[in-house]
């Protein structure tokens, strides 16, 4: 069985003092969260993850990531390593997300890079995957996310490939209020799981997290959910307020 995972992508917003504040409200909020329902992560801007992880130590809340550089240690001037990010009690790291591709040129082989290092370190990669709104349009939306995934996790052993977690990620409908429609999702979803199979086997596919991320919201999240191959949401701006990261997390009640 598949346990959903809700990540939330704070990106670049709250400072220390509003992460405490905010992870200490959703500490005792998720508290009778029960964990076979659903997994909950907040992933934080890098310099609150230490005061982060001090409120949700212990907790039912794990401590992601939004990003790492594929080396240990060495003269990489801002970037910080897997190893400091295992130190600060990080368990997911997310990799490739679209923003990291377009703003920063990040491409396949750089991020299949992370993913691996991010395992080696025994972090849980959260990969992104997912096409750009002309990409649709033009009926590509599967050649993307094919190039992603298949270059994404490229050279991932069998025994490696089920402590990542997919998250569909369709460009077009982050941040713009838009979403794709729960079939809409559930068709890309489904191709993913394909796609794992044909790289691997059915049990392995069957076994691998497929996430939605795209302006997911309290009004569409069961919907979303309810759909086979939808195993969870990384969630952006709906992740920042309380009220509305409560009820996504609580979307099986």
Same mark, same amino acid.
């Given at each position: 069985?598949?346990?959903?995972?809700?990540?939330?992508?704070?990106?670049?917003?709250?400072?220390?003092?509003?992460?405490?504040?905010?992870?200490?409200?959703?500490?005792?909020?998720?508290?009778?969260?029960? #964990?076979?329902?659903?997994?909950i992560?907040?992933? /934080?801007?890098?310099?609150?993850?230490?005061? %982060?992880?001090? +409120? @949700?130590? &212990?907790?039912?809340?794990?401590?992601?990531?939004?990003?790492?550089?594929?080396?240990? #240690?060495?003269?990489?001037?801002?970037?910080?390593? /897997?190893?400091?990010?295992r130190?600060?009690? %990080?368990?997911? +790291? @997310?990799? &490739?997300?679209?923003?990291?591709?377009?703003?920063?040129?990040?491409?396949?082989?750089f991020?299949?890079?992370k993913?691996?290092?991010?395992?080696?370190?025994?972090?849980?990669?959260?990969?992104?995957?997912?096409?750009?709104?002309?990409?649709?349009?033009?009926?590509k939306?599967?050649?993307?996310?094919?190039?992603?995934?298949?270059?994404?996790?490229?050279?991932?052993?069998?025994?490696k490939?089920?402590?990542?977690?997919?998250?569909?990620?369709?460009?077009?409908?982050?941040?713009?209020?838009?979403?794709?429609?729960?079939?809409?999702?559930?068709?890309?979803?489904?191709?993913?799981?394909?796609?794992?199979?044909?790289?691997?086997?059915?049990?392995?596919?069957?076994k691998v997290?497929?996430?939605y991320?795209?302006?997911?919201?309290?009004?569409?999240?069961?919907?979303?959910?309810?759909?086979?191959?939808?195993?969870?949401?990384?969630?952006g701006?709906?992740?920042?307020?309380?009220?509305?990261?409560?009820?996504?997390?609580?979307f099986?009640?």
């Amino acid at each position: 069985m598949r346990v959903p995972l809700i990540a939330g992508n704070w990106k670049m917003y709250k400072d220390v003092n509003e992460s405490v504040e905010f992870v200490t409200t959703l500490k005792n909020i998720f508290k009778d969260v029960p #964990e076979d329902k659903v997994e909950i992560a907040v992933c /934080p801007p890098f310099t609150n993850l230490k005061v %982060v992880n001090d +409120v @949700i130590k &212990g907790t039912n809340i794990k401590l992601g990531a939004q990003n790492l550089y594929p080396k240990q #240690e060495g003269a990489f001037t801002g970037e910080i390593s /897997p190893l400091m990010l295992r130190a600060l009690g %990080v368990h997911y +790291v @997310i990799i &490739g997300h679209s923003e990291r591709r377009q703003y920063f040129n990040e491409t396949n082989e750089f991020i299949n890079e992370k993913v691996k290092v991010a395992l080696n370190y025994g972090l849980f990669p959260i990969l992104c995957v997912g096409e750009k709104l002309k990409e649709r349009e033009e009926g590509k939306t599967f050649d993307v996310v094919k190039d992603h995934i298949t270059g994404g996790l490229k050279d991932i052993p069998k025994d490696k490939i089920i402590y990542i977690t997919i998250a569909y990620e369709p460009v077009w409908a982050i941040g713009t209020g838009k979403n794709a429609t729960p079939e809409q999702a559930e068709e890309v979803h489904k191709y993913i799981r394909s796609l794992i199979k044909d790289m691997y086997d059915e049990n392995i596919a069957q076994k691998v997290r497929i996430q939605y991320g795209g302006s997911v919201k309290p009004e569409n999240v069961k919907s979303l959910m309810s759909m086979e191959n939808i195993d969870g949401a990384l969630v952006g701006g709906a992740s920042l307020k309380v009220d509305s990261f409560e009820k996504i997390v609580k979307f099986y009640e």
